[in-house]
């Protein structure tokens, strides 16, 4: 599979398969980073959804700034959204940000 991150730069993902940790640079505390964002799996956050003009839907934690996740219906972002959280959670942890709690309003959100 390539992959394209521009017209001018490809590269060939099989070739990073099992050697991208040393690009990485992974922290020192991993494990305990990785237990610490995994305690937010349950953690409801709002979500807003976003349709796009090819069909497509965004969805978005507003508490985590930057954490979106596209899908080709809202329940597909949806879905890839709960993955992203933990990600974002880790990346945060891992800077020594505090973790936003999650807003008063639980309403989902669509917006256009």
């Not at 070739?15 to 964002?37: C, M, Q, T, W, Y």
């Not at 807003?48 to 985590?64: C, I, K, R, S, Y």
């Not at 992203?84 to 891992?94: E, F, Q, T, V």
């Amino acid at each position: 599979m390539t992959v394209i991150i521009n017209k001018s730069f490809k590269f060939n993902k099989e070739a990073f398969e099992g050697e991208l940790d040393r690009f990485l640079d992974i922290p020192d505390n991993h494990e305990e980073l990785v237990r610490k964002s995994d305690s937010y799996r349950h953690v409801k956050y709002p979500v807003t959804f976003t349709p796009l003009p090819d069909g497509d839907w965004v969805a978005e934690h507003p508490d985590l700034p930057g954490c979106k996740a596209h899908g080709r219906t809202p329940e597909e972002a949806a879905a890839k959204l709960e993955e992203i959280k933990l990600s974002w959670i880790y990346a945060a942890l891992a800077e020594g940000y505090r973790i936003p709690e999650p807003g008063q309003n639980m309403r989902v959100a669509i917006t256009s």
